[in-house]
């Protein structure tokens, strides 16, 4: 008798662990039916995706102070007002406004992705709107990460290789 009840019990613990996952299944279709994470996610930029394009769009230089550049020009970084010196870690700008790289980098993932001394752009509109979404998300959802991280762990991990 002894093991009959224990294959039951086993049973119906090997039927809850199904039922859970089909429930978390279908509340991940239906989050991804009406919008939710799994749709918009292929278009979705981390930060560091969002780094490597600034990066390309603007690759990281060392300073120099050209003694060919005019007496006015200016030598700061506009986001932290610190005098650029000689072999920092700066990006130059479309606009050819200079920053440091940290600075301007913290700059662009905080604010809109725009020159902070005349507004040029820096990244498309689409890439700044898909890279701040995400970050809304991580934000002010944390219940979709919850629900992926508690999948994956009943998927072996699985899942967890997309994220
Ligand atoms: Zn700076
Ligand atoms: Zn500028």
């Known amino acids: 008798m002894a093991a009959l009840s224990e294959f039951f019990s086993h049973l119906y613990t090997m ?12 509340a ?8 939710g994470v799994c749709n918009s996610e292929k278009r979705l930029i981390t930060t560091s ?5 600034i990066e390309e769009k603007n690759p990281t230089i060392r300073y120099s102070r050209r ?3 005019r007496v006015d020009q200016s030598n700061e ?3 932290c007002l610190s005098e650029l010196e000689e072999g920092e870690k700066v990006r130059r700008l479309k606009c050819k406004h200079i920053f440091h790289k940290d600075c301007l980098d913290r700059w662009l993932q905080q ?13 498309p509109d689409e890439i700044v709107a898909n890279y701040h979404r995400l970050q809304n998300q991580i934000e002010y959802d944390g219940s979709d990460e919850e629900m992926i991280f508690l999948l994956s ?5 699985s899942l967890h290789r997309l994220f």
Not at 15 to 26: A, H, K, Q, S, Y
Not at 28 to 35: D, F, K, P, Y
Not at 153 to 157: E, I, R, S, T
Request: hydrophobic share 50%; charged share 10%; aromatic share 8%.
């Open 49 to 53: 995706q969002y780094l490597k394009l």
């Open 15 to 26: 039927t809850m662990v199904f039922f859970t996952l089909v429930l978390l299944e279908v």
């Open 111 to 123: 604010y809109l992705a725009t020159c902070p001394l005349c507004r040029t752009k820096v990244l």
């Open 77 to 79: 970084c506009a986001v």
């Open 28 to 35: 991940i279709l239906i989050r991804s039916i009406t919008g």
């Open 153 to 157: 762990a009943l998927h072996g991990n």
């Open 67 to 69: 003694p060919t550049s």
